[in-house]
């Protein structure tokens, strides 16, 4: 399995932005899928945003639609979320996650396909 660590995390004031950072190691990266997801105090973790090996596939949670960009650079093992117009309501821990994927375009969006988990980045977006 991959080992995935998170950063680029912080407080921002609403509407700015921040560049979330994950990167890979221990497995080659371009074999995984990986995804964004999201858990804020007393709620469950909810998908943000996912990208297939290949990047040709993109995929967002509709909160995440329009302000959120996920890409990734397989040749320096590493994914990112940008994330402009910044809201309180995004406020949470941020994780990314990996899943071995066999096509090039999947993506998945259910937190149990991922195996791999990054530790966390706390995101703050003040009012």
């Known amino acids: 399995q991959v080992l995935l660590v998170e950063s680029g995390g912080g407080l921002v004031q609403a509407g700015g932005s921040l560049r979330l950072s994950c990167a890979a190691s221990?497995?080659?990266?371009?074999?995984?899928?990986m995804g964004w997801f999201r858990q804020a105090p007393g709620k469950e973790r909810e998908f943000v945003a996912a990208?297939?090996?290949?990047?040709?596939?993109?995929y967002y949670a509709n909160s995440a639609k329009g302000r959120f960009t996920i890409s990734r650079d397989n040749a320096k093992n590493t994914v990112y979320l940008q994330m402009n117009k910044m809201k309180p309501k995004d406020t949470a821990v941020y994780y990314c996650?990996?899943?071995?994927?066999?096509?090039?375009?999947?993506?998945?969006?259910?937190?149990?396909?991922?195996?791999?988990w990054g530790q966390g980045t706390q995101v703050t977006v003040s009012s």
């Open positions: 990208i297939s090996r290949s990047a040709v596939t993109t």
């Open positions: 996650a990996a899943a071995k994927a066999f096509g090039s375009s999947i993506i998945y969006y259910t937190g149990t396909d991922y195996a791999s």
């Open positions: 221990g497995d080659t990266f371009s074999r995984y899928a």
